[in-house]
């Protein structure tokens, strides 16, 4: 009985991270669906609406102690007002390729990011990789770097996207503080400036008369896309191993190439395709490494029991 019971919860949360991963990487949609509004403006009213609607699910899940708790810490609160400058960051360079019709190059973005995560771990946890690992991510930086010399483009969007989410989940790495928490505290970090803008700022907010209905509820719903696929990722993440969750992770990148080529018509050069053959190659290596090791440690564990 307890073996099916788990087998349940497996499968709850193999959907739950399926549901997640998807969610985010059909973004794209949700974003173009706003694009008559600026980047900057889009971001306000995530945060906004992310905040009110993260702070209702905190109050309703019974995690106001936990928010008390980390308001009063002043280490958790200088890390997590770091990891808010990254998220912003990170989320507006995504808003503003997507809209700018880039969104193979936030795929690209996507699809580096585990290898910046390795190597930011080598680097700032003192993590170690096998050979076959660091030859991952040289064959990331090779396709990167050829695209550089021989296109002479830097794939600025790919890295900007890779780097601020790799040091944003370095941060939340190294910060004891759960999921919603923790987006509460960042978002309510950012809540007062992005209400300014939206108030004050340059560009339209969203609810000026005149605006269509359709489009204010769109406005609003970005903090319901952008707390709930966390939610399911928290679900999903505490019921899968780490490789099946590293496994899954692809799928983001994966259906916003689909859809920045299938559905909005982005092309690559044969510098991007290069580019691209050279992270996917490197992310095949890494995650038939993790099989592999995962395979060999779970094999070990048997024999010892």
């Given at each position: 009985?307890?073996?099916?019971?788990?087998?349940?919860?497996?499968?709850?949360?193999l959907l739950a991270m399926v549901a997640a991963y998807g969610s985010w990487g059909l973004l794209p949609l949700y974003w173009k669906a706003v694009q008559s509004y600026s980047a900057t403006t889009i971001l306000c009213?995530?945060?906004v609406w992310s905040a009110g609607f993260v702070a209702l699910l905190v109050a309703f899940t019974g995690g106001m102690a936990a928010f008390r708790a980390a308001l009063k810490d002043r280490r958790v609160l200088r890390l997590l007002?770091?990891?808010s400058l990254m998220i912003?960051?990170?989320w507006v360079l995504y808003i503003w390729a997507v809209n700018e019709n880039r969104i193979l190059d936030t795929s690209l973005g996507y699809y580096i990011n585990p290898l910046v995560n390795v190597f930011l771990g080598v680097t700032f946890l003192k993590n170690r990789l096998r050979p076959v690992q660091w030859a991952a991510i040289g064959l990331a930086v090779l396709g990167v770097g050829q695209q550089v010399v021989l296109a002479g483009r830097v794939p600025a969007v790919a890295l900007g996207l890779a780097l601020s989410f790799a040091l944003y989940g370095l941060i939340r790495n190294i910060t004891p503080v759960d999921s919603l928490t923790g987006l509460l505290v960042e978002t309510l970090v950012l809540f007062l400036p992005a209400l300014?803008?939206?108030a004050f700022g340059p560009s339209p907010s969203g609810f000026a008369p005149g605006t269509p209905v359709s489009t204010m509820m769109l406005l609003a719903g970005a903090g319901f896309v952008t707390a709930v696929p966390l939610i399911w990722f928290a679900y999903g993440a505490r019921r899968l191993s780490l490789v099946t969750v590293g496994i899954l992770q692809y799928i983001s990148p994966s259906l916003g190439f689909v859809i920045g080529m299938a559905l909005y018509g982005e092309q690559l050069t044969r510098s991007g395709w290069v580019t691209f053959a050279c992270v996917w190659a490197a992310l095949a290596v890494y995650t038939a490494s993790e099989v592999f090791a995962m395979r060999r440690e779970t094999a070990d564990a048997r024999a010892l029991s």
């Open positions: 009985m307890h073996v099916e019971i788990d087998t349940k919860e497996r499968k709850r949360g009213h995530r945060i007002c770091a990891s912003a960051i990170n300014g803008w939206l």
